[in-house]
T-cell receptor, first 115, second 114 residues
Framework: ETGVTQTPRHLVMGMTNKKSLKCEQHLGHNAMYWYKQSAKKPLELMFVYSLEERVENNSVPSRFSPECPNSSHLFLHLHTLQPEDSALYLC??????????????FGPGTRLTVL | GESVGLHLPTLSVQEGDNSIINCAYSNSASDYFIWYKQESGKGPQFIIDIRSNMDKRQGQRVTVLLNKTVKHLSLQIAATQPGDSAVYFCAENESNFGNEKLTFGTGTRLTIIP
């Protein structure tokens, strides 16, 4: 595997379900991100992990819970979602720090549908 | 708040012609800009970047121009091909050591007409 991978690629869930999205980066980066992409809206940054510590939480509802067990893996745990949470969820990674610019590499995304 | 926006949501270009996609940004502290391409069913893919101390950068068939005076960014694609059909996003980065953050525009859908 190369780059950034995400599983599952598609997910349909009911509002009472609990599910998790997984992201893995094979680039040796030290920062990982979750974004939400809805139709006709800019990419919305949800969470940032830098050196395995959460450094950003953009007022995301608590029904979304991120987890970063190591620098290569990132999870997004989902619980009691709403239909308006249906979107494409993108994971990205980058190498941050002195001398580095924030070129983020994206995974293919998980298309989430909440019924 | 700071924002990145695109002038046109859609653009259609005849195959073989050149295309220009524009982007306006508002954060004068941004030090790095990226253009991404997103094809249907895929995540955004890096195309080209430019640092704020430059006004032009060229890649293979693509050129990015940065005008800091009017806070404007453009992506030029030469000799367009059907595979160039996609949504193109600009993004700006404000350097804040240890807390890097990209802000994205809404995107322009480019359609190449055969």
């Amino acid at each position: 595997e190369t780059g950034v991978t995400q599983t599952p690629r598609h997910l349909v869930m009911g509002m009472t379900n609990k599910k998790s999205l997984k992201c893995e980066q094979h680039l040796g980066h030290n920062a990982m991100y979750w974004y939400k992409q809805s139709a006709k809206k800019p990419l919305e940054l949800m969470f940032v992990y830098s050196l395995e510590e959460r450094v950003e939480n953009n007022s995301v509802p608590s029904r979304f819970s991120p987890e970063c067990p190591n620098s290569s893996h990132l999870f997004l745990h989902l619980h009691t979602l709403q239909p308006e949470d249906s979107a494409l969820y993108l994971c990205a990674s980058s190498q941050v720090g002195l001398g580095n610019y924030n070129e983020q590499f994206f995974g293919p995304g998980t298309r989430l549908t909440v019924l | 708040g700071e924002s990145v926006g695109l002038h046109l949501p859609t653009l259609s270009v005849q195959e073989g012609d050149n295309s220009i996609i524009n982007c306006a940004y508002s954060n004068s502290a941004s030090d790095y800009f990226i253009w991404y391409k997103q094809e249907s069913g895929k995540g955004p893919q890096f195309i080209i970047d430019i640092r704020s101390n430059m006004d032009k950068r060229q890649g293979q068939r693509v050129t990015v121009l940065l005008n800091k005076t009017v806070k404007h960014l453009s992506l030029q694609i030469a000799a367009t091909q059907p595979g160039d059909s996609a949504v193109y996003f600009c993004a700006e980065n404000e350097s804040n050591f240890g807390n890097e953050k990209l802000t994205f525009g809404t995107g322009t859908r480019l359609t190449i007409i055969p």
